[in-house]
């Protein structure tokens, strides 16, 4: 892409799972990029049968096809940051740590990674084998510039139990920085706990809103990715993306029977 074919936005690349109900997955994705004046770029790893009340089926996508969908994209529309949802299986865990590697051996600035360690849904029903939690771990997180795992899949991925020890464990992963979410917390507040492996450390209280939603841990992912593509710096795009989600989840949307759907285009109807 020649200087007098910039884009118009920075295009950020998510890659991740189909959620037909729109509340989590790919169209979480595109939907917190747009709402951050960015383009989203989009590769499916896996299609899901769910709705809002939970994950009836999932269907892993061969990861040559995926492979080839993102480097397709890669030649024509170099994205500016890479998000990672749903993965749907070690070999596409592997296959995606393959195509960082791409990413930063390309003539070009270093590509920001925010990697959403989707192991369950918003139901709690797990997407994520031994075998996946294995390859994200070994393979995925040394690669990534930041984690966002809430606190349960913190611990499944590190075997301890604090937030703080979680974070050390993943930090000598080789994670850069680990953003530890508290929605799952029995608190009054939301807090959620950025580490940093120059031991920068954050912390920030969220008020604890009643209901149960469908694809926050999305929203908040591909919020910081869109950031990050505008140039902020991390702690200023993992704050300003917080805000961002929680004001989508206190306008949640009713579009089906169980959880909520996250209000994540709230900016452009207010406008209308």
């Known amino acids: 892409m020649t200087d007098t074919q910039r884009p118009d936005r ?119 084998d031994a075998a ?40 000598a992963a080789g994670a850069p920085w680990v953003l530890i979410t508290g929605t799952h917390d029995a608190t009054e507040a939301v807090t959620n706990r950025l580490f940093g492996s120059n031991g920068e450390r954050h912390a920030w209280d969220w008020p604890r809103l009643p209901g149960e939603y469908h694809g926050s841990g999305c929203t908040l992912a591909s919020a910081i990715a869109a950031r990050l593509a505008h140039g902020m710096t991390l702690v200023q795009a993992v704050e300003s993306a917080q805000a961002y989600t929680w004001t989508a989840l206190e306008r949640a949307l009713c579009t089906g029977r169980c959880q909520l759907t996250p209000n994540r285009l709230y900016s452009q109807a207010s406008a209308d």
């Open 132 to 171: 996946l939690r294995e390859a994200v771990r070994d393979a995925l997180i040394p690669r990534c510039t930041l984690v966002t795992p809430n606190l349960p899949e913190a611990r499944a991925l590190t075997g301890a139990d604090a937030p703080e020890d979680c974070a050390e464990r993943l930090l």
């Open 10 to 128: 920075p295009l950020v690349l998510c890659v991740g799972g189909h959620d037909p109900s729109g509340g989590a997955g790919i169209l979480a994705d595109a939907e917190a990029v747009q709402a951050a004046r960015a383009f989203p770029l989009t590769v499916i790893t896996a299609l899901t049968e769910q709705d809002t009340c939970g994950l009836a089926q999932i269907h892993p996508q061969p990861p040559e096809q995926i492979e080839a969908h993102c480097r397709r994209l890669l030649s024509d529309s170099p994205p500016s940051a890479l998000k990672i949802g749903l993965i749907g299986g070690a070999d596409i865990a592997r296959m995606l740590a393959r195509f960082i590697d791409t990413l930063a051996t390309a003539e070009r600035a270093r590509v920001p990674v925010v990697l959403d360690t989707v192991l369950a849904t918003g139901a709690g029903q797990s997407v994520a």
